[in-house]
């Protein structure tokens, strides 16, 4: 735009479009404030996809909805749900959410149980390093033994028990 013309003050559902206003809700569905035709900032029902800058009803997959009402990404490599840009809830292809909450993997870890779509950590039982549950400890640390319950690692096994 050439500096020796004036332009008109646009409305905020509106942009400048060289020298007249254009309402933003003719290029972009539902748009109340936007900085061009293809740039929507707030929409009036919905979110902003941050993505295509397009107003939606629902964030779609791979992204999650933050606190400003936009669509933003996901961080998380394979991330299908998140709730946060680093917060994964699902992950695609059949992948499970690490028990970190911050990745997506194929396998949850001999530290880890499926619970779900999410891998959640045995250390809920102190000294076991491979459990099913979040109280059925298979395996403990060297020092120790799986209690005859499974609900813990002991240090050797009851008077009334055999080490098997």
Request: one cysteine or more; aromatic letters at 6%; hydrophobic letters at 20%.
């Amino acid at each position: 735009m050439e500096k020796d013309k004036c332009a008109p003050n646009c409305e905020s559902d509106e942009f400048l479009n060289t020298y007249h206003c254009e309402k933003c809700n003719i290029h972009v569905e539902d748009c109340i404030s936007c900085t061009s035709e293809a740039v929507c900032k707030e929409c009036e029902n919905g979110f902003v996809n941050r993505i295509t800058n397009k107003c939606v009803s629902k964030c779609p997959d791979y992204t999650f909805q933050s606190t400003d009402k936009w669509c933003e990404k996901c961080e998380v490599s394979g991330c299908l749900e998140c709730t946060s840009k680093s917060t994964c809830e699902k992950c695609d292809n059949n992948q499970f959410v690490g028990s970190d909450g911050k990745s997506c993997t194929p396998k949850c870890l001999d530290t880890d149980y499926k619970d779900g779509v999410k891998c959640k950590k045995c250390s809920i039982m102190p000294n076991c390093v491979e459990c099913d549950s979040n109280s059925n400890c298979l395996r403990c640390d060297t020092e120790f033994v799986v209690g005859f319950t499974k609900d813990k690692c002991v240090d050797k096994c009851e008077d009334y028990e055999l080490n098997v």
